[in-house]
């Protein structure tokens, strides 16, 4: 590793600038106070799902820094919140950097929130040491990017990018008490008046996030270079066959739909193997009905996850495993009903972003890999209204959605170091001297 002490590159200011991790870690602690929930095991994580009282208190929480760091904070129509630190040419489009503080039930303690904290703290570092660049820096935190209480996830920024109407995202019905979104965004006090979607769009859009799977820690390495988002295809499948007793009906007379589910389990995850790469497939949920020991079951419901970060590969994937599925339940003479869940193309990051974040973090001395990710992102929607990259440091076990979630200080240090520096560069382009 090469020591950070005699950098001399460009992007880089003097006196070689970094972030402050125990402020850092210190807001990232009090933000998981609320909703903190004990594991078992000892684990800390958090429970905020989107527009719940927890989440509210947590935004005011982060609302607050806002202003203690005196940006100018607007609120949109469908509660994504914008802190704004002015630069020295405010004309100028912003460079935007941010992520979620909203977590699924068992949720961790820096999945989203590092990239909103980070931001807060980058801002932070460039206050201390005097700094204005020519472009405004805004922070955001987007509504609902889990979508465990909203569905879809990424609602926020996916309405924010016009990918959404407004009036459909205030009528989604919450999964767990059915309030409406738009009902609850009052509730709490955050419909904002900002128009959905934005009236103007950043410069750039930057997210550090964790990287919320096992890479980066397997292999020692310190920063991973985000190169896109893989395609995610979700499809539930409802087989119906014949409900028969388990110890009279012949092997030969059976319409069983808990074969065949087990046949597609079988095959997804051999096709996987076969077309190597990024590909992953996943039966996630078996349902069989009645479930009874004795008892052939009636129907099978299953969901399959299948992800690549090539598109025509995923649709190769998605059509052999309809053909595999139609031959198995024509074998066994069973119905099979299928539904697609979700359905998002792979997206691919600005080749200049991914390089500057790449050449970034050679330049701090970090050992980086580029890597695409594997779970969804508010960088993925912004991607479509300006150029886009993100940071991910290592998560410990490759744990995320899990109370256990951690990432240790000197990488979260060694992430907010790289947006710092990437942020710096961003806002610096088109300076006028
Ligand atoms: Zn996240």
């Not at 009036?167 to 509730?187: N, T």
């Not at 479930?291 to 399959?304: E, F, G, K, M, Q």
């Not at 594997?374 to 991910?392: E, N, W, Y």
Request: proline letters at 5%; one cysteine or more; a negative charge.
């Amino acid at each position: 590793m090469t020591s950070v002490g005699n950098t001399s590159a460009a992007n880089l200011p003097p006196g070689d600038v970094r972030v402050d991790i125990d402020r850092l870690v210190a807001r990232i602690e009090a933000l998981a106070e609320i909703g903190a929930v004990e594991g078992p095991d000892g684990a800390r994580g958090c429970a905020r799902l989107a527009l719940t009282d927890a989440d509210r208190d947590a935004r005011d929480l982060v609302v607050g820094w806002m202003t203690d760091l005196g940006l100018d904070i607007e609120v949109d129509a469908v509660g994504n919140v914008f802190g704004t630190c002015r630069g020295s040419q405010p004309e100028l489009a912003v460079v935007m950097t941010g992520s979620h503080i909203d977590t699924v039930r068992t949720g961790g303690r820096f999945d989203g929130n590092l990239g909103v904290l980070a931001g807060l703290e980058v801002i932070e570092t460039l206050i201390t040491n005097d700094i204005t660049p020519a472009r405004s820096i805004t922070v955001a935190f987007f509504t609902d990017e889990e979508g465990a209480r909203f569905a879809p996830d990424m609602l926020g920024s996916l309405v924010y990018v016009g990918g959404m109407p407004l009036e459909q995202a205030l009528d989604v019905e919450a999964v767990d008490d059915h309030q409406r979104l738009g009902d609850e965004l009052l509730r709490i006090g955050y419909a904002g008046t900002l128009p959905c979607p934005g009236a103007s769009f950043p410069h750039r859009f930057v997210e550090l996030h964790i990287e919320q799977g096992p890479i980066l820690e397997d292999e020692a390495i310190e920063i991973g270079v985000v190169e896109g988002v893989q395609g995610i295809s979700w499809t539930q499948l409802v087989i119906s066959g014949q409900s028969a007793h388990a110890g009279t009906t012949p092997m030969r007379l059976r319409h069983d739909p808990g074969y065949v589910a087990a046949e597609i389990v079988g095959f997804v995850r051999r096709l996987a193997g076969e077309l190597g790469g990024d590909q992953v497939a996943t039966v996630g949920r078996i349902e069989l009905d009645p479930n009874l020991v004795n008892v052939i079951p009636r129907s099978a419901t299953i969901t399959l996850d299948v992800r690549n970060t090539d598109e025509p590969t995923l649709q190769v994937a998605e059509r052999r495993i309809a053909d595999e599925v139609a031959r198995v339940a024509a074998a066994e003479g069973v119905r099979v009903e299928s539904t697609t869940l979700a359905r998002f193309e792979p997206v691919n990051f600005d080749p200049a972003m991914i390089d500057l974040v790449e050449q970034t973090a050679s330049t701090l001395g970090y050992s980086t890999r580029r890597m695409s990710s594997g779970a969804g992102h508010d960088a993925q929607m912004l991607a479509r209204v300006c150029p886009t990259s993100m940071i991910f440091v290592p998560s410990a076990n490759g744990l995320s959605h899990n109370l256990a979630e951690f990432t240790a200080p000197a990488d979260l240090e060694r992430g907010a170091n790289v947006l710092l520096h990437v942020i710096l560069a961003l806002a610096r382009q088109n300076e006028s001297a």
